[in-house]
């Protein structure tokens, strides 16, 4: 009996490892975080990522369905925010684009806000943006505050979708969490650097 109670008792090198393993695998991730840069912009500006007390970085790819289906949507979110201080800008990421791309996109999808520049992908590897469509949301100290989906639609819009950047907007103006801090964004893989 007591080599029975020995051995239940003894730990198994295999499982010690493993349950080091877990337990390092649990700890939390460090926060993405906005870096504090400046980007030029279609408008002919550099923009500073942290100007506004609230800022929503949308990743953009010209070429994506998901993108050109959201073009109204994020238009109207920009100017139903701007009055309230809220900074909208689309991010170009891509190794294929250029200030003079953007410039012509913007005008083309009617865009009240610039698009970003993002040579060699340092703001979309910083809050880890991989597909167009994905959303941040940072306050000026460049805590992200949100980060996914535009909302709960992907190629087709629906009146009832569920509206995630915009709950998330509303939440960060009126000083409280988000209740959905994280979503997965539908959208295409963006050709980063």
Not at 136 to 163: M, N, Q
Not at 173 to 185: F, I, N, Q
């Amino acid at each position: 009996m007591k080599a029975v109670r020995a051995a239940l008792f003894t730990p198994i090198p295999a499982l010690a490892v493993a349950a080091t393993l877990l337990a390092s695998s649990c700890a939390p991730a460090r926060a993405p975080q906005a870096p504090d840069m400046s980007l030029p912009g279609s408008d002919g500006r550099l923009h500073s990522l942290r100007e506004s007390s609230l800022s929503v970085f949308v990743f953009f790819s010209p070429s994506c369905a998901y993108q050109t289906a959201h073009d109204a949507r994020l238009a109207a979110l920009s100017e139903a925010y701007a009055p309230r201080g809220v900074a909208f800008f689309a991010v170009d990421s891509e190794s294929t684009g250029s200030l003079e791309r953007d410039r012509a996109e913007g005008e083309r999808r009617h865009y009240p806000f610039p698009i970003l520049r993002d040579d060699g992908g340092v703001l979309a590897r910083a809050v880890a943006a991989r597909y167009s469509t994905a959303s941040v949301v940072a306050a000026r100290d460049g805590r992200v505050l949100y980060e996914g989906a535009i909302d709960s639609d992907g190629l087709h819009l629906h009146r009832d979708a569920r509206l995630y950047l915009r709950d998330a907007i509303e939440s960060a103006l009126a000083g409280r969490s988000t209740r959905v801090m994280r979503t997965e964004v539908p959208g295409c893989a963006l050709t980063l650097w």
